[in-house]
């Protein structure tokens, strides 16, 4: 879109930018995401440190929901999921959960889900009470569906197709290890967010059993800014009601010997206090003796306090400028006494009734209190994990994040997909032999940018069509041997004729597959063949430029840049010496090249696979 | 146009703070405080909503706390670091939001872009200037802006625009080379 010019706009001063400021609010969204980061990190033994959800709720006795681990042990194979590489798998992210409460999820993806109470049962299908486990795990792209070995071939009216995926989901319940299941009518609301913001996706249940997917509706698109709640709670809504001041009535006291005094008693200012005319006030000695002297003074004015001991009091005498204090207590005497017990205890009884109805309302306040801050703590924390999603996503530069949104009616692996491309689109005319030093165990067909893996068994030789020539396909392969290998698009362009036999050597990555990151970072073309002894340490990446490409190496040497086309002819050659190479890519056609980064001093090398998606 | 040289000891004591903000995020004050203004002006040249300028340069920040551990010192302001990260979000704004981009011709040091296009700095051709920068490729655009918007040295382009200071001069030199072939057309 072309930019439209200003002229005149208003001009800010400084001071009116500078009041813009807000250090202390960008702090605190900086701690919170520094909190979920950390607690979402994890461990190098693979495990997440925190008890996330407990330790924010600050109520252990009310958790309700609580992260244990990440759980690298994964789903058992079955006949239909069999993983191609031996130990690696997508992690499970595990909560235990109180199954008798509505509990929402939060994962480090910015997905959610929603469990409703009692919404599993056992074999016998018996509704489970307490504790239950729930495993949920994400295959968010290519590598990780590879890692997972779960099929993404859709076979419908006698005809196979394969999925492209919007994402896909692994939810299990597990009490006492022991699998459980959905109650019938219970429902598990997901929102899975996605890059992928397209509607024509539906929804697939998969039997592990069989490896048969069956189309259970369709999902819902939600623009990952609007799904913020929006409620209006406030703390002051929240905050405890002020209780109605009770005071306990005094129990009375028998009038002794010590020195006492009366006076009158206004029963509105002290309730406590009976307003017998008989009441008198005893001094309390412990507290000061009474000075004799004060015996015969008719004194101008009197006053009563509460002190700080219970049923006390401190009454004042004042005559001019003189001033006496004692504290004292209420007693009767004779008859007075037995009404002054009665009243107390009808008055004790009513106290009883009042107090107890309010530690009912205050308990009532704290648990809405509480409920009202978890739900806050609740959206808060969404909010934050959104931020979080979103500010990886800008990294990544995934632009399109889309909440996909389904229920379950059944646990186990759902995926949102629309079907792409039949086999026969993919394995048809030309049957590729591969060195007898290489045994292939899979080969994949992927589209990166559709998140679509063909999987192919070749035990009875690989078939691709010559007709392949999407932008984002690779070809890439496990051997028996548990090795990665790419069959370049190269291999396949020169092999064009229907039903030659094409000889191909595939590049093989020499190391050993020991985490997913390995599979990603060949499919992204991040670390391709870095591994190999005689590789030069080197990166590349787009820069802001569209255009370019801007090459990394790690030593102070002369380089020379080799550009081959997909037929290997040198359509570039240039040399530098710096560590950081700018490279204008404008000259060349759109295509896929590879970039060969080469030190003249020793001999080493990079490659690179670059694809130039346009003329620019 | 802005000296090349950046006297040393402004660059040590930015280096200090930028250290102590990386052990304690409350020391980031200073780096916020300073830049603040920059990065605001440098996003309100671009968007013409004051309270999203105001979030976006939020974000600027934001962004640049979280990522301050990878930060390194390449002896530039580290104004430039925080220019990229705004370039990024405004380019993620503008291709998330399909939003019109504004370019403020009055925040144009025009005689200088002039002088280096061989033109006469008059309202006639500033009119022309308008039409030839819209017939611009957006990154050639966003490099001439840098240098003759923020007048930013090519030091700090190229710590922009993770290239070589020698690369950052290729491009603004091809930019401006189009920006002439763009006024002959006129």
Known sequence: MKPIFKRNRIRLSSEEINSKQDFIKLLNRYKSWQFIRKTMQYSAGGFIILALVALLLNNKEKTKVKLIKSDFTTHPSTSAISRPLKGIDVPFTNYIINSQDKSTLYFQSGSRIEIPKNAFVDSLGKVVKGEVEIKYREFR????IIASGIPMEYDTLNQSYFFQSAGMIQLEAVKDNSKLKLKKGSKININYVSNYSDTDYNQYMLDTISGKWTCIGKDKTIAFENNKKKKNKTIIEAEIQEQPVITEPIKPRVAGNKQSFRIVVDSTEFPEMFSFNSMLFENDESYRQYDHRDDNVIWDDASIKKSDLKGMYFVKFSKGVRKTEYRAYPVFKGEDYKKAIKQYNKLFEVYSKKIAEIEKNREQ??????????????????????????????MDNVYNLTYRAFQVETLGICNIDKVLLERDQITNNIKIEFPDTITPNVVYFLMKGRNM??????????????????????????????????ITDKMIDSASKIGEIKHIKPIILNQEIVSIDQIKDLINGTKLYKGSPSSLKANIKPSMFERDIVVQVYDQKNYVLNIKDSKGKIVHSSTFSEKVFDYDLRFLKSGNYTLQISSVEDKKTAVFKVTKLSSI | MKTEAIPFESLEKEMEKINEAKKNPESFEYLYETYYECIFRFIYKRIDDENLVEDMTSQVFFNAMTKLNKYTFKGVPFSAWLYKIALNELNMYFRKKSSIRIIDIDAINTPVLFEDVNETNNEENIEKLMIAMLNLRKPDADILELRYFEQLSFKEIAEIYSITENNAKVKVYRAIETLKHEFQLK
């Open chain 1, 141 to 144: 792209d290519v590598a990780d």
């Open chain 1, 453 to 486: 893996v063909v999987s192919v068994y070749p035990q009875n030789g690989l078939y691709i069509s010559s007709k392949l020539k999407y932008v984002d396909q690779m070809i890439i392969g496990i051997t028996t041997d548990n090795k990665l290998f790419e």
């Open chain 1, 365 to 394: 306040e704290r648990i809405r209190f509480e409920k009202i801050k978890r739900e806050e703590y609740l959206d808060k924390q969404t909010e934050t994990n959104m931020t979080a999603a979103k500010y990886s996503a800008q």
